[in-house]
């Protein structure tokens, strides 16, 4: 699966969604998104992954469909949720735009319409 293009993304949509946030896919030299229900091993590869890294904002991550946000919220360190390259998505507004994958995956740029997912490796 590793490389693999998985969902397309509106890209206007997808926009949208960062900039209510007062953030901008440009500010980023990556975004990951790490879904909180899918693959159980790779979620939490990315969930480590992001607990190494979150400090460096260069990455925005996005956590989506989250089933239980005390418990989620639980398993991270205290502080890092709030950092300013973090967004919860806790109404899966991503599933809407196209976003459908169980794995954590990476969002490029794919052409002027739309975002495209690939999978994402935390290494």
């Not at 209510?20 to 975004?31: A, I």
């Not at 899966?92 to 794919?110: A, D, N, Q, R």
Request: charged letters at 20%; hydrophobic letters at 35%.
């Amino acid at each position: 699966k590793q490389g693999e293009y998985d969902d397309e993304i509106s890209k206007a949509k997808f926009e949208a969604f960062i900039n209510e946030r007062g953030l901008s896919y440009n500010d980023f030299k990556k975004v990951v998104v790490i879904p909180n229900v899918g693959c159980d091993g790779c979620i939490s590869s990315a969930q480590q992954g992001f607990i190494n890294n979150y400090k460096s904002l260069d990455t925005l991550y996005i956590f989506t469909a989250i089933a239980d946000l005390k418990l989620f919220k639980n398993a991270l360190p205290n502080g890092a949720l709030e950092s300013k390259n973090v967004i919860i998505d806790t109404n899966s507004i991503l599933s809407t735009m196209g976003f459908k994958s169980i794995y954590p995956s990476t969002i490029e740029v794919s052409n002027n319409e739309s975002y495209v997912t690939k999978s994402y490796n935390s290494n």
